[in-house]
């Protein structure tokens, strides 16, 4: 391959948001909205399981994990100070929840907010350290720092939580090839696509 260096593409997110299925010390009517927005979940209605979730916070205002899921999928949706928000509520009512501290710093990071996602991920890295999504998306914070070092510990660290973590394998790429290690980035690119065929990053990188 040529050695002159190209731009790659923005480095790959895991899934951006974690939801929660199940919520604790809340009554039944607002599990049964949360079971209710479960469902329109796994059928990708985005607009019914936003509104499964509002009637399930009527119900238990205080629930972090209800606090979480709403303030995530606002987020998503574009509505990231309505979103942030509750995020932020949701942490006042558990404030090591390593949920909603990856939800908040992930969206950090997709606004290149570095220093303040680095701050959420390391935290929720802390409360949760066997979670591939987490140390992933940590080791993005530290290769937008160039902190190359502690970007290949994290992904390195996501692939012995899941050996199929393709994000994982671009990720430590495009950490190769941000130090001129072509050959080396070009096999990492090329696991990736052992893992998974369709990641659309890694396909971009090799072409």
Not at 75 to 81: C, L, S, Y
Not at 91 to 119: C, M, R, W
């Amino acid at each position: 391959m040529s050695t002159q260096r190209r731009q790659l593409m923005t480095t790959t997110l895991t899934t951006p948001y974690i939801y929660y299925n199940k919520a604790e010390n809340i009554n039944e009517k607002a599990q049964q909205y949360l079971e209710e927005a479960n469902q329109h979940f796994d059928n990708q209605d985005v607009e019914k399981t936003t509104e499964a979730y509002k009637n399930a916070l009527e119900e238990a205002p205080k629930s972090p994990h209800i606090l979480n899921n709403l303030g995530a999928i606002l987020t998503a949706q574009g509505g990231a100070n309505e979103g942030v928000k509750l995020l932020r509520q949701a942490l006042e009512q558990d404030n090591n929840n390593p949920a909603v501290l990856y939800n908040i710093g992930t969206l950090f990071l997709s606004h290149n907010l570095t220093d303040q996602a680095k701050e959420y991920l390391k935290k929720a890295r802390e409360a949760d350290n066997n979670s591939a999504p987490i140390a992933n998306n940590l080791g993005i914070a530290y290769l937008h720092k160039s902190e190359y070092d502690k970007a290949q510990e994290c992904f390195n660290a996501a692939l012995q939580i899941n050996e199929n973590f393709d994000y994982a394998y671009h990720n430590l790429g495009t950490t190769a090839y941000d130090q001129e290690k072509y050959e080396e980035a070009m096999d990492y690119f090329h696991k990736a696509l052992e893992v998974n065929s369709g990641n659309f990053a890694s396909l971009n990188d090799l072409g």
